[in-house]
């Protein structure tokens, strides 16, 4: 499966701040990321929270709640409307500089990668070479079998495999266990080689390229958007002085829009 570049079509958003405007297109076939921003958006929850993480040549990140009060003290990050969203990751959408994606927490507690229900962030990135995003390839072709892995043994017909007992087994006939586990094994490749590729395309190859990104994000968070206008914004507060935590020195205040 090639990686195609951002789609053209879906709502707009204006998202704005001192130190000038974002504008962001939201994609189409993200529907629950796109349908849940508008319904923030409509509500005003965005209005007042901060760019509260900042790290440059990486991404700005917003969207906690926590931030609105001016007397919070804790480490932001950690607030949000009380729910997550379901992950509508594809290869179809990038890191590429500009990129809109969800927030969430780490694979071990999220093992889903389920999306924070506000948080959100706006790749910055830098320029990446070809040879990285190579490596990049082979490392996404593992992230995804690995994902595999967990739908197969969740299959009905593979329930049986939650069963083995593998330390017993491996007292009582451990070249049993040898063979069980090459049968296992031959099976869950046979099912992932039917399974569509990942590779970046040339197109891909070069954006990243010239334009930079973030590709080590790529398949692991949802890519629900992108910048249209305002790149230059996105620079600018990414360049902001931060405290501990990659938290900006001062208060970088969102107020977000439809247009």
Same mark, same amino acid.
Do not use: C
């Given at each position: 499966?090639?990686?195609?570049?951002?789609?053209?079509?879906?709502?707009?958003?204006?998202?704005?701040?001192?130190?000038? /405007?974002?504008?962001?297109?939201?994609?189409?076939?993200?529907?629950?990321?796109?349908? /849940?921003?508008?319904?923030?958006?409509?509500?005003?929850?965005?209005?007042?929270?901060?760019?509260?993480?900042?790290?440059?040549?990486?991404? #700005?990140?917003?969207?906690?709640? /926590?931030?609105?009060?001016?007397?919070?003290?804790?480490?932001?990050?950690?607030?949000?409307?009380?729910?997550?969203?379901?992950?509508? #990751?594809?290869?179809?959408?990038l890191h590429f500089k500009?990129?809109?994606?969800?927030?969430?927490?780490?694979?071990?507690?999220?093992?889903?990668?389920?999306?924070?229900?506000?948080?959100?962030?706006?790749?910055?990135?830098?320029?990446?070479?070809?040879a990285q995003l190579d490596?990049?390839?082979?490392?996404?072709?593992?992230?995804?079998?690995?994902?595999?892995?967990?739908?197969?043994?969740?299959?009905?017909? /593979?329930?049986?495999?939650?069963? #083995?007992?593998?330390?017993?087994?491996?007292?009582?006939?451990?070249?049993?266990?040898?063979?069980?586990?090459?049968?296992?094994?031959?099976?869950?490749?046979?099912?992932?080689?039917?399974?569509?590729?990942?590779?970046?395309?040339?197109?891909?190859?070069?954006?990243?390229?010239?334009?930079?990104?973030?590709?080590?994000?790529?398949?692991?968070?949802?890519?629900?958007?992108?910048?249209?206008?305002?790149?230059?914004?996105?620079?600018?507060?990414?360049?902001?002085?931060?405290?501990?935590?990659?938290?900006?020195?001062?208060? #970088?205040?969102?107020?977000?829009?439809?247009?």
């Amino acid at each position: 499966m090639t990686a195609s570049t951002f789609a053209q079509k879906g709502k707009t958003y204006t998202i704005h701040t001192d130190y000038g /405007n974002i504008k962001v297109r939201l994609f189409e076939d993200t529907p629950l990321h796109a349908a /849940n921003f508008e319904k923030l958006v409509k509500e005003g929850y965005y209005n007042g929270t901060t760019f509260h993480r900042v790290i440059k040549q990486f991404m #700005i990140q917003g969207g906690d709640p /926590n931030t609105k009060d001016t007397a919070f003290t804790g480490q932001p990050g950690m607030g949000g409307p009380g729910y997550t969203l379901p992950a509508e #990751i594809g290869s179809k959408h990038l890191h590429f500089k500009g990129a809109l994606a969800a927030a969430r927490q780490g694979d071990q507690v999220n093992p889903k990668k389920e999306s924070s229900g506000s948080q959100f962030y706006i790749v910055q990135g830098a320029p990446v070479p070809e040879a990285q995003l190579d490596q990049m390839t082979q490392q996404l072709t593992n992230s995804q079998k690995q994902a595999f892995m967990r739908t197969f043994l969740d299959r009905p017909e /593979n329930q049986w495999i939650k069963t #083995i007992d593998a330390q017993k087994l491996q007292k009582e006939n451990p070249d049993s266990l040898k063979a069980l586990d090459k049968k296992i094994t031959a099976e869950l490749d046979a099912a992932f080689a039917k399974e569509p590729a990942f590779k970046y395309s040339t197109a891909d190859k070069e954006k990243y390229k010239t334009m930079g990104g973030t590709p080590h994000l790529d398949l692991q968070y949802t890519v629900f958007g992108e910048v249209v206008e305002g790149l230059d914004v996105v620079d600018k507060i990414a360049l902001v002085e931060t405290m501990p935590g990659d938290k900006p020195k001062i208060n #970088i205040r969102i107020t977000i829009t439809q247009d």
